[in-house]
């Protein structure tokens, strides 16, 4: 009887063997068949989608040939002041924004290139440039073709491009413009733009200190000379103030003298610290190191005509090969098995998208009244 079951159990193992076997090669086969029927579509539709590919790259070449070329000048910045040598670990950190800034040092050149009162100021400046061998003076509005101030911005910051090395901070300074002149010296009037700033429009803390100093002393100086003559006044009206003994006039002196006194020290302690303030104003103007001077470009930047046109190719045939196969595979399936495949995912994809599934058929009906 053991040997009855083990012999059966036996059996069972190699019928279930021989079954996996069978349904690895049909699988198998079917992928082969699966293969060769992609193949086959598109060796019969290759007229098809080298036609859509040619097209496109045709297309996109004319684009290509009616743009423009775009020259760039470029301008490199020192960073100056105290650079901050963990730059790069608190951007990834997370704590850029967190930490304070040396209001002296050059990381918010950046911000100030990048402000409305330098655009501005780009904006309303006019230029002069050699173009073509002529000598050509231009506004941006004119070259943007716009007299919209926030068009005219917007515009400029899409021909303008700042960026930072976080571990150096070094600052680079790019104009791109369809005229190799006008990149040059637009990207020298930032420059310029960026030193008026520093000099005359920024305000650090000595410099707040100098303008209340400023307008503080005048005041003290006048009240110093008040009270100078009022004790003026008091021994003249009083000739033998220096040898009375009379109590009241004593008192009365010795207050003219002593408010006298302290205001002549709050003037020279006000004029010294204003010397000082104005000292520290000048050594807290960061400067401007320009290492690379904008110059006139003799090479475009852009646009790659040629990379456009080979990427815009490959793009067009990897969607043609797929919508292609998708097409044969939705309304022509080949064989028995891919049939039974082609019928288990028209199903799938009936309950998923019943939409596609309706235009499948009705593109089916189209197909064979047609044949």
């Not at 053991?2 to 076997?21: C, N, V, W």
């Not at 996109?60 to 100056?80: E, F, G, W």
């Not at 190799?180 to 310029?192: E, H, M, T």
């Not at 200190?209 to 003559?229: C, F, G, I, M």
Request: glycine content about 6%; proline content about 4%; aromatic content about 4%.
């Amino acid at each position: 009887m053991r040997q009855r079951i083990s012999l059966k159990k036996t059996t069972d193992r190699d019928a279930e063997d021989a079954g996996f076997e069978s349904a690895v090669a049909d699988g198998a086969e079917e992928a082969q068949v699966g293969l060769f029927d992609a193949l086959t579509i598109l060796l019969t539709r290759r007229r098809l989608l080298a036609g859509v590919t040619i097209g496109a790259m045709l297309l996109v070449s004319v684009i290509m040939l009616l743009t423009p070329n775009v020259y760039r000048s470029n301008a490199t910045i020192l960073p100056s002041g105290s650079v901050d040598q963990l730059g790069g670990l608190k951007s990834l950190a997370g704590l850029t924004g967190m930490l304070p800034t040396d209001e002296n040092s050059s990381q918010l050149f950046p911000v100030v290139l990048q402000s409305r009162a330098v655009r501005d100021a780009v904006l309303d400046a006019t230029y002069s440039f050699s173009h073509d061998g002529e000598q050509k003076v231009m506004s941006l509005s004119e070259y943007f073709d716009t007299e919209d101030p926030d068009e005219l911005r917007l515009q400029l910051g899409r021909a303008t491009s700042i960026s930072v090395s976080k571990q150096t901070g070094v600052i680079e300074l790019m104009v791109e413009t369809e005229n190799a002149g006008l990149s040059q010296s637009v990207a020298a009037q930032y420059l310029k733009e960026l030193e008026y700033h520093n000099l005359h429009r920024r305000r650090s803390e000595a410099r707040e200190r100098v303008d209340y100093l400023s307008r503080e002393l005048p005041h003290r100086t006048e009240e110093l000379q008040a009270a100078e003559d009022a004790l003026s006044a008091f021994r003249q009206n009083n000739s033998n103030w220096a040898a009375t003994t009379d109590p009241e006039l004593l008192k009365l002196l010795g207050r003219l003298e002593r408010d006298v006194s302290t205001k002549e020290r709050t003037v020279s302690y006000l004029s010294q610290e204003l010397e000082a303030a104005r000292l520290d104003a000048q050594k807290d103007i960061p400067v401007v190191r320009v290492l690379d001077q904008p110059v006139v470009p003799t090479q475009k930047a852009g646009p790659r005509r040629t990379l456009t046109v080979l990427v815009t190719g490959m793009i067009v045939m990897m969607l043609s090969v797929a919508l292609v196969l998708a097409f044969e595979l939705m309304i022509k399936p080949k064989t028995t098995s891919g049939r039974r495949q082609y019928e288990a995912f028209q199903n799938n994809l009936s309950g998923a998208f019943p939409r596609v599934r309706r235009l499948a058929k009705r593109l089916q009906e189209t197909t064979a009244v047609s044949v």
